[in-house]
């Protein structure tokens, strides 16, 4: 049985809030295994979905660039090694003007961006290496999206780091801004149900599944409580399912219907989302060092 340390019983608590020794014999039974332990406690305990997601592990910004006319828009996230150099004036301008060369570039994708000339003349690639040797931190472009629509652009950014970009029609202004700060505070994965990826549903089938069968009941009614389950999920992942921030008595799908609207899609990026940042102990390197 591989060794479980009080480190990975820190990890996983962090990651699914639960007790210290609920973690530990997850780990045990698991033999280590820290995505078959978050699986195993979701099962028995019951637990939503991990934080370890929502948790931000990197610096840097997320910026947006709209296009004059309001039609071509798009949304960046640019990394930097700390917190320090996300509020860097000229950190920030420049991962404002890679969301500009998206626009009006359209690259493919990451690796042709590199090549894509800002309004200076130097390209994304040459910017980003004379930073890093002026700065003195890694800077790196994560990912981005780019939307051209026939309909309306809605963009909007909580600080630096989280941003929405969000492709509609109909209604106005306000209405795109309304959603755009809902999609930020509610934070769905896709529009409605039918975007929702099938690996995703059956993954979540399996643990409500197991965790319905430890309740003893005959097989039907476990199957429809997981059915059940599975409904109550697509209503919170879903931007149409979510009631809206604005009027909690009202569903966002409802909302949109009574304005003539439609969201086509949407794009939201949390800055180091998903990435784990590695955390240095300083005095136990310093410690080390000085047994040499």
């Not at 973690?23 to 979905?49: H, Y």
């Not at 999206?145 to 909007?156: D, E």
């Not at 039907?220 to 059940?228: A, L, P």
């Given at each position: 049985m591989?060794?479980?340390?009080?480190?990975?019983?820190k990890?996983?608590?962090?990651a699914t809030?639960?007790g210290?020794m609920?973690?530990?014999?997850?780990l045990?039974?698991?033999?280590?295994?820290?995505?078959?332990a978050?699986?195993?406690?979701?099962?028995?305990?019951?637990?939503?979905?991990?934080?370890?997601?929502?948790?931000?592990?990197?610096?840097?910004?997320v910026?947006?660039f709209?296009?004059?006319?309001?039609?071509t828009?798009?949304?960046?996230?640019?990394?930097?090694?700390?917190d320090f150099m996300?509020k860097?004036?000229v950190?920030v301008a420049f991962?404002?003007?890679?969301?500009?060369a998206i626009v009006?570039?359209?690259?493919?994708?990451?690796?042709a961006l590199a090549?894509?000339k800002?309004?200076?003349?130097?390209?994304?690639?040459e910017?980003?290496a004379?930073?890093?040797?002026?700065?003195?931190?890694n800077?790196?472009?994560?990912r981005?999206?780019?939307?051209?629509t026939?309909?309306?652009?809605a963009?909007y950014l909580?600080g630096?780091?989280?941003g929405?970009l969000?492709?509609?029609s109909?209604g106005?202004?306000?209405l795109?801004?309304?959603?755009?700060?809902h999609?930020a505070a509610?934070k769905?994965i896709c529009v409605?149900?039918?975007?929702v990826?099938q690996?995703t549903?059956d993954?979540e089938?399996?643990?409500?599944?197991?965790q319905a069968?430890?309740s003893?009941?005959?097989?039907?009614i476990v199957?429809?409580m997981v059915?059940?389950?599975i409904?109550?999920?697509?209503?919170?992942?879903?931007?149409m399912?979510?009631?809206?921030v604005k009027d909690?008595?009202?569903?966002?799908?409802?909302?949109l219907s009574k304005?003539?609207?439609?969201?086509?899609?949407f794009?939201m990026f949390?800055?180091g989302?998903?990435?784990?940042?590695v955390?240095?102990?300083?005095?136990a390197?310093?410690?080390?060092?000085?047994?040499?």
């Amino acid at each position: 049985m591989a060794e479980v340390t009080a480190g990975m019983v820190k990890e996983l608590r962090e990651a699914t809030g639960l007790g210290m020794m609920e973690c530990k014999k997850a780990l045990m039974e698991t033999n280590g295994d820290f995505k078959a332990a978050e699986e195993f406690l979701r099962i028995k305990s019951g637990a939503k979905a991990s934080k370890a997601a929502s948790r931000v592990a990197a610096e840097g910004v997320v910026s947006i660039f709209v296009s004059t006319n309001g039609k071509t828009g798009a949304l960046v996230e640019v990394n930097c090694e700390t917190d320090f150099m996300a509020k860097n004036e000229v950190f920030v301008a420049f991962a404002k003007d890679v969301a500009q060369a998206i626009v009006e570039r359209d690259p493919a994708d990451v690796t042709a961006l590199a090549a894509a000339k800002l309004a200076s003349g130097s390209s994304v690639e040459e910017t980003r290496a004379e930073l890093v040797m002026k700065l003195g931190e890694n800077i790196n472009i994560r990912r981005f999206v780019r939307y051209n629509t026939a309909g309306r652009l809605a963009a909007y950014l909580h600080g630096s780091r989280i941003g929405v970009l969000v492709d509609y029609s109909g209604g106005n202004d306000t209405l795109g801004k309304d959603i755009a700060m809902h999609i930020a505070a509610s934070k769905p994965i896709c529009v409605s149900s039918s975007q929702v990826p099938q690996t995703t549903l059956d993954q979540e089938r399996k643990i409500y599944t197991a965790q319905a069968a430890e309740s003893g009941k005959p097989a039907n009614i476990v199957e429809k409580m997981v059915d059940g389950r599975i409904a109550k999920y697509l209503a919170e992942v879903t931007l149409m399912g979510q009631p809206f921030v604005k009027d909690p008595d009202t569903l966002v799908e409802k909302f949109l219907s009574k304005q003539g609207a439609q969201v086509k899609a949407f794009q939201m990026f949390v800055v180091g989302e998903g990435i784990e940042k590695v955390i240095v102990d300083y005095a136990a390197e310093v410690a080390a060092a000085a047994k040499v």
